[in-house]
């Protein structure tokens, strides 16, 4: 007995220098990308949300921004998710995008998960006393805490941080088991089938550490104290999904933002879809930025 429990406890140990290091040799960060035009007044800052990339999924989106005057910034985490990464980057990117332009308008675009970083940007900016003009966040379906996911997530999102050795099993195929193709009643008469493929594989290629790391970010109490982010945007929007009934709780999700905005009113825009849903339903997606936008 004493031989097995020795045995256990070695192997315990060794997991462990192994997932340490494992941690110390996975790459964090992000990157961005820009598409920039000649004469643009207005920046909109996309933030890919967990699963997939920010191609996939903004999509007619990002086209919409790009035909109306917009120039884009697309934002995403790489590797273990690191907040501070993301906001670093992403600042960097609009302060070097804000002297070489004369921005009428700046748009915070976040999707799901995507719009905590959208906030940690916004923090940092102000932090470093960046001067910014016309400011708008858009809460795209997002969760500010596990409190506001439905489902096993929800509690996988709660204990993620207390799971041992989570970089060890950290290449499993998260995106295999979460992902999975659109219901043939939410894809829109006219979306690109070919896009929807697209979207659906690149969310499947989502490694289970990649999962586990970003839901780890939001899985206590969620960094935002109370009022904690009072005018940090001119005005700020939560859009949100009508058809997502799976994934996010958004009667929770917009009570906890309005907490950390205090006094400041947050709109609410509806969006005839499904939670991260561009690729199956473009035109409702797109008809919620105009509505939103005035475009």
Not at 27 to 49: C, F, H, Q, W
Not at 177 to 198: C, M, Q, S, V, Y
Not at 228 to 235: E, G, P, T
Request: aromatic share 8%; proline share 5%.
């Amino acid at each position: 007995m004493i031989k097995v429990i020795s045995l256990v406890v070695v192997a315990l140990i060794l997991l462990a220098l192994i997932d340490g290091l494992s941690r110390q040799l996975m790459p964090t960060g992000a990157t961005v990308r820009s598409k920039l035009a000649e004469n643009n007044r207005k920046l909109a800052v996309l933030y890919a949300g967990l699963m997939g990339d920010v191609d996939t999924q903004f999509g007619a989106v990002a086209d919409w921004y790009r035909n109306n005057g917009y120039d884009l910034l697309f934002v995403k985490a790489t590797g273990l998710y690191c907040p501070g990464c993301v906001a670093r980057k992403a600042a960097e990117a609009i302060e070097t995008a804000i002297r070489a332009n004369h921005y009428t308008d700046v748009v915070f675009d976040g999707l799901s998960l995507g719009a905590r970083g959208a906030v940690d940007t916004l923090l940092l900016l102000e932090k470093r006393g960046v001067s910014l003009p016309s400011s708008t966040l858009l809460l795209e379906g997002a969760p500010m805490t596990y409190r506001a996911i439905f489902g096993p997530l929800k509690y996988v999102s709660r204990s993620i941080a207390h799971i041992p050795f989570g970089s060890v099993f950290g290449l499993l195929p998260a995106g295999q088991i979460l992902a999975g193709a659109p219901k043939p009643e939410n894809i829109e008469a006219g979306a690109h089938r070919t896009f929807i493929d697209e979207s659906v594989a690149a969310a499947k290629r989502t490694p289970l550490w990649r999962v586990a790391s970003e839901l780890k970010s939001f899985a206590g109490r969620g960094p935002y104290a109370s009022r904690s982010l009072y005018q940090l945007a001119n005005r700020v929007v939560f859009m949100w999904f009508g058809k997502d009934y799976e994934t996010v709780d958004q009667p929770v999700a917009v009570k906890e933002w309005k907490g950390a905005f205090g006094p400041q009113e947050i709109e609410v825009a509806y969006v005839n879809s499904t939670h991260v849903g561009i690729a199956e339903a473009p035109r409702a997606n797109v008809d919620a930025h105009k509505l939103v936008l005035g475009n």
